[in-house]
């Protein structure tokens, strides 16, 4: 009987926890570059063909419960944690993923997130996708993943959320929140990446689909001022709450039409406030 794959995250290596993944699409490649020049024939000749610098990196998407975001959030968007609140940071850090392929067990080290979006959606367990851009990849043996326990709690969804706009509590079909780190790989004069660095800003946006009815048409033009918001998912006794500090929607919001309902459809930014409030504080109980 051949093992089932399994993920497995840490600040050190081996990984110390396990989380249930949906996808993982993290592999290191090498392109290849050729120059393509003229040479008397349309052939391209192979003997010219170089390897270029070597990229690490990839799609992971999660479900997860509010144990394992009490993993992930900290690492995708840089938040230092002190008591259940989560500050975003100037700096990020990295982490060693760890995935048993079953043939193969392969850990990738200098794992940085360069991307995260948050989607809640009817009828579906929340989706967590992230974008990993890495430094290097070392392949094991089989039987190689460490001892690791999945936590089953449950994840959250839809219908577990709570959003607050320009003082309003809203009902919304879905929602979206993308935290963008806009990481930059580094690669001089050497063929692999050499360190991997925040941008110099990161950009914050909230999405949101909502009822077009008298409660939400003060969310056509709204003033370019912006104001504070609330997103926040609650099972029981445990929650996720996102306080944001300003979200700027556009004059405008797009009117849509699904199954002949009328709806909203808002893209706005989030950002930081004069006073020095960070995009988003984070909340979390994740405690049964």
């Not at 690791?148 to 839809?158: G, K």
């Not at 950009?203 to 077009?212: D, K, R």
């Given at each position: ?41 349309r052939?391209q ?10 990229e ?69 367990a ?7 851009l890495?430094m ?46 806009r ?23 909230l ?43 556009p ?38």
């Amino acid at each position: 009987m051949t093992a089932m794959p399994k993920f497995g995250i840490s600040t050190s290596n081996p990984v110390d926890a396990a989380i249930e993944i949906l996808e993982f699409g993290i592999v290191s490649r090498k392109p290849h570059i050729h120059p393509d020049g003229m040479n008397g024939t349309r052939s391209q000749n192979a003997a010219r063909t170089i390897e270029g610098v070597q990229e690490v990196g990839g799609p992971l998407r999660f479900s997860p419960n509010l144990t394992e975001v009490a993993i992930l959030w900290p690492w995708a968007v840089g938040a230092t944690e002190s008591t259940g609140v989560y500050s975003l940071a100037e700096a990020m850090t990295s982490r060693y993923l760890t995935f048993d392929r079953d043939l193969k067990v392969d850990t990738y080290a200098g794992c940085y997130v360069n991307s995260l979006e948050i989607t809640a959606q009817r009828g579906q367990a929340w989706q967590w996708m992230i974008d990993v851009l890495g430094m290097t990849e070392t392949i094991g043996n089989t039987g190689t993943f460490p001892s690791l326990t999945i936590t089953e709690d449950n994840p959250l969804a839809l219908h577990h959320a709570t959003m607050t706009l320009f003082n309003t509590a809203r009902e919304f079909s879905e929602v979206t929140l993308r935290v963008n780190n806009r990481l930059d790989a580094q690669a001089f004069n050497t063929d692999a990446v050499t360190s991997i660095q925040p941008g110099d800003t990161r950009e914050i946006t909230l999405s949101a689909l909502l009822p077009y009815n008298s409660a939400n048409t003060d969310l056509r033009q709204c003033a370019v001022a912006g104001d504070d918001g609330v997103l926040a998912f609650t099972y029981g006794a445990r929650s996720f709450s996102l306080a944001l500090a300003n979200v700027q929607f556009p004059r405008g919001a797009v009117e849509v039409t699904v199954k002949g309902r009328k709806f909203l459809r808002l893209d706005g930014t989030v950002r930081a406030t004069a006073a020095g409030t960070k995009e988003i504080i984070a909340t979390l109980d994740n405690t049964p």
